[in-house]
């Protein structure tokens, strides 16, 4: 039996640190997962098989969960594949994309039909067990399967509010280099923040972007350190409509008309991080056929 499943990057609106209420939304930078379930006749419990470099924490947790869930059955092995273009640890939700890729590949291995939601969750706990995430990051994970802004209280693992990304709307990426601590050692600075952040959630929640955006951005530049007003500034005079920090950083994310975008590209650094323009992802994740 085999499944195979295709989630998506993500993009901060207001992040979940200070208040548990996050919002993101999905771009087009893909996670690709192929899982295989056979069943030996052994009567062990279930094995895990796959390359190292692929058998990361995140994988194996929620090949876990998944066979828990759709699976069970003694004797099983799953061999995984994963093939991921999303930088890692750079604030684009690379553990949740892999997490519901690989959660959603096992289920339609196994011949189930989970709906969004039930993934999302299922890759927050993962996040929560293995320690990529303090949060459980339930809006990022869905922000990879389902189009929109998805506001959510990751508190509860609830969904809090969805709204459509206008179809003209795209994003320019700034990726440095370097990679961002892990969230869970960031708590007590972003419990700080808590007042900051609950007027970007109140944002979020009535669907002011931009105002939500820039609120939740400078939180996280006083929290982690950063320096991106003037580029923020400069951004706006080429045409943003919002910009500020992805996750904890370091990327920082552009939204603006598609006609806008390469000027944006013209404005940020010429150094050695990484500058990308990419679209809103507008489509549930793609799930490919049982067999």
Request: charged share 25%; hydrophobic share 40%.
């Amino acid at each position: 039996m085999k499944g195979t499943a295709r989630t998506f990057a993500a993009i901060t609106i207001t992040n979940a640190l200070p208040t548990g209420i996050g919002c993101a939304a999905g771009i087009g930078i893909p996670v690709d997962a192929e899982v295989t379930l056979t069943v030996d006749g052994s009567g062990d419990p279930p094995k895990i098989e796959g390359p190292r470099r692929v058998r990361t924490p995140v994988v194996e947790e929620s090949l876990r969960v998944g066979l828990a869930s759709y699976h069970p059955t003694p004797g099983t092995v799953a061999h995984v594949a994963l093939g991921s273009e999303i930088p890692v640890a750079r604030g684009l939700k690379s553990s949740s994309a892999v997490s519901t890729a690989v959660l959603l590949a096992l289920a339609r291995a196994a011949g189930e039909r989970p709906n969004p939601l039930e993934i999302g969750r299922k890759s927050a706990e993962v996040g929560r067990r293995v320690g990529v995430s303090a949060t459980g990051a339930l809006d990022d994970a869905l922000a990879g399967l389902e189009p929109g802004f998805i506001v959510t209280d990751n508190r509860r693992d609830e969904v809090l509010r969805r709204t459509e990304v206008d179809p003209d709307w795209g994003v320019v990426l700034y990726i440095p280099r370097h990679e961002h601590p892990p969230t869970p050692g960031l708590v007590r600075s972003f419990s700080q923040e808590r007042a900051a952040g609950e007027l970007a959630a109140r944002a979020a929640m009535d669907g002011d972007w931009v105002k939500a955006m820039r609120l939740n951005t400078e939180l996280v530049e006083r929290a982690m350190g950063y320096s991106y007003r003037d580029l923020r500034d400069r951004l706006k005079d080429r045409g943003a409509i919002a910009s500020g920090v992805s996750g904890v950083g370091p990327t920082l994310a552009a939204i603006a008309p598609t006609a806008r975008l390469p000027v944006l590209i013209e404005a940020l650094p010429e150094d050695d991080a990484d500058r990308r323009s990419v679209a809103f992802s507008h489509a549930r994740a793609t799930l490919g056929e049982g067999l």
